[in-house]
């Protein structure tokens, strides 16, 4: 999830020498708002009727199940469940921008993207 991803969550990373072994809830609001915004902004490439197509949408479609998993585990209490979640629901999306099956518009903030 650009700045989310290992080693650039700066911001929220424990002193040195302290253990980080709590998904508080504003790490779980913004990781559910990243992914929010990143299914906003994904747009299939993929020519109609194609393979890469029926990746693109099978992508998404997991990226989108994941993310609604997540938010209904946050409304009931499980955040650390959400956590996990929301992580695949953009690793999904994360994935198709990498192979081309989504235009994400250059965005390498809330993408990770090959270059």
């Given amino acids: 999830m650009g700045r989310l991803k290992a080693g650039k969550d700066e911001a929220s990373a424990p002193p040195a020498g302290t253990r980080n072994d709590r998904v508080t809830p504003e790490k779980i609001a913004r990781y559910l708002d990243t992914t929010r915004r990143a299914l906003a902004k ?30 209904h585990s946050h409304e009931t209490g499980d955040d650390v469940q959400a956590f996990a979640q929301v992580n695949y629901a953009h690793g999904w999306l994360d994935a198709g921008a990498r192979l081309g099956l989504f235009d994400v518009g250059q965005d390498d903030v809330l993408f990770t993207l090959l270059d």
């Avoid at 992508?59 to 993310?67: G, I, K, N, T, V």
């Fill in 42 to 71: 994904v747009q299939v490439v993929a020519p109609p009727r194609s393979f890469a197509a029926r990746m693109a949408e099978n992508f998404l479609d997991m990226a989108r199940r994941y993310h609604a998993d997540a938010l």
